[in-house]
């Protein structure tokens, strides 16, 4: 069974989270913080970032593309379609959407929001800077239009199928979702996708998630939200 090193809301390791389960892989999880960069971490690997994917009697697999592909090139299923198109036009497109979600939203918007809300939380003396987090609302709201401009012409975020780019998109919207900072009455197309992806059966343990001393903010876990 392999083993993923994963922080429960970092949304790479969600990411790889959702590609095991959707291909019926299960996966030991060993959670960390990277931020505190603990020396089992930085042996494994210097830049203290998650995921790493680790298998007996092969050497880890370092970080959210490298474990993307190891997933995809070892436990692919052949008898139902993966989350990666056949035709290259389709192809193109989510590889499009899925730099946009990984670089894009994650450097506008996510990585802040975690690093004041989650990590700060480990920083002696540190707070949430509220004028970090309102740039990071604002350029959220940016990107919830563009998605539902997207989701208002196609059944997917990449087209007519689902793929690894509404993966992504899930795994950094139910991270924000969990700290409370998406606001569907605002985004109905996304949240209507969201809610089709939300009740697969692949996002189950993602919705069991609970960080210690800080709950999940109301309708985080509700198929009905």
């Known amino acids: ?11 790479a390791s969600r990411l790889c989270r959702l590609m095991f389960a959707e291909y019926g892989v299960p996966a030991d999880l060993e959670e960390v913080k990277p931020w505190t960069r603990e ?7 210097p830049a ?17 593309l490298a474990v993307l592909h190891a997933i995809e090139e070892r436990y692919a299923p052949t008898a139902v379609a993966g989350l990666f198109p056949a035709q290259p036009r389709d192809r193109a ?11 894009k939203l994650n450097d ?4 802040y929001v975690l690093e004041e809300k989650i990590v700060k939380r480990d920083q002696r003396g540190a707070t949430p800077d509220p004028g970090v987090l309102r740039v990071a609302k604002a350029n959220l709201a940016e990107h ?8 208002a012409t196609r059944q997917w975020l990449a087209g007519a199928t689902m793929t690894l780019a509404d993966f992504a998109l899930a795994a950094h919207l139910s991270s924000l979702d969990y700290l409370g900072d998406v606001h569907w009455d605002t985004s109905p197309e996304t949240r209507h ?19 210690p001393g800080m709950p999940a903010a109301a309708g985080y876990a509700d198929l009905d939200f």
């Open 1 to 11: 069974m392999p083993r993923l090193l994963h922080h429960k809301l970092d949304p």
């Open 39 to 45: 020396s089992h971490l930085l042996e494994i690997n």
């Open 48 to 64: 203290a970032t998650v995921p790493i994917m680790i298998e007996s009697g092969e050497p880890p697999i370092v970080g959210m």
């Open 93 to 103: 497109e989510m590889w499009r959407l899925l730099e946009w979600v990984l670089l």
């Open 108 to 111: 506008e918007v996510t990585r």
């Open 144 to 151: 919830l239009l563009y998605f539902n401009w997207l989701f």
């Open 193 to 211: 996708w969201y809610a089709r992806i939300k009740s697969r059966p692949a996002f189950r343990t993602l919705l069991n998630d609970r960080v």
